[in-house]
């Protein structure tokens, strides 16, 4: 194997790292935003919060988004589920 | 030249992606709505991506913005963006009329086109050619990558 194949395999592996490194950090940054515990991964705790919102209940979520949420909101006086 | 090409195509792409991605944090239940009405997905699964995607779109975009480990984010973006694209063509197909969910209330509120179309289609082929670009471009300028490695001596 010449230099040139070894830089690729080696440059391969660092995308195959990095890809799972970023998906990792999103996949933690989702549970934690959505009050899901990582240690259980349990993904379905979130339809309530899904539930509560279809019935007309704030969701829960970060003040900036909150606001982010509910400036759209009172622009567009959208419904939050257009059922 | 090319490396302010790659800065300028960063910013946009970056932009767009998070821009997209707090959208549907904002709305997790419309997000949710157009997966449904794409019917692509086993139900058990439509609830993980939800609360997935959004955050992804956004990491990838603060990545791309801030030039770190953005020629991979800028991979991962054109994987998902030919995926998307993908995923309207079968609805196309399909002729089911949905919203691409893209940008979700904010293209209520920017008045912007959003829905799954051929417009969509070629969009998001843009955007793919877009991230291809960054990904092949090795020179850019004004990233973090490249601060770290000029603090520890590497570069």
């Not at chain 2, 030249?1 to 800065?7: E, V």
């Not at chain 2, 910013?11 to 997790?28: Q, T």
């Not at chain 2, 196309?92 to 209330?105: A, M, Q």
Request: aromatic share 8%; with cysteine; net charge positive.
């Amino acid at each position: 194997m010449d230099c040139e194949q070894k830089g690729r395999g080696i440059a391969v592996r660092r995308i195959i790292f990095e890809m799972l490194l970023i998906l990792s950090l999103s996949l933690l940054l989702a549970l934690v935003y959505n009050g899901i515990s990582p240690n259980g991964l349990k993904i379905l705790p979130k339809k309530n919060a899904v539930e509560k919102a279809v019935h007309g209940e704030n969701l829960k979520g970060g003040s900036v988004l909150q606001v982010i949420r509910f400036v759209c909101h009172e622009i567009n006086n959208l419904n939050i589920v257009r059922a | 030249m090319g490396a302010s090409l790659s800065l300028a195509s960063r910013i946009v792409i970056g932009s767009i992606f998070l821009i997209a991605g707090l959208a549907k944090i904002s709305d997790p239940v419309r997000f949710m709505f157009t997966l449904r009405e794409f019917d692509l997905f086993p139900k058990t699964i439509i609830p993980f991506l939800t609360v997935y995607l959004p955050w992804l779109e956004l990491i990838l975009g603060i990545l791309i913005i801030a030039g770190l480990l953005y020629r991979t984010s800028a991979l991962m973006l054109a994987v998902m963006n030919l995926l998307f694209t993908l995923a309207i063509l079968s609805v196309i197909i399909r002729g089911i009329e949905v919203d691409c969910g893209c940008f979700g209330l904010l293209a209520d509120i920017l008045k912007l086109p959003d829905m799954a179309d051929y417009r969509a289609v070629v969009r998001n082929l843009i955007f793919t050619g877009i991230c291809l670009f960054i990904f092949f471009t090795e020179k850019t300028v004004f990233t973090l990558e490249g601060y770290i490695r000029g603090k520890s001596g590497r570069g």
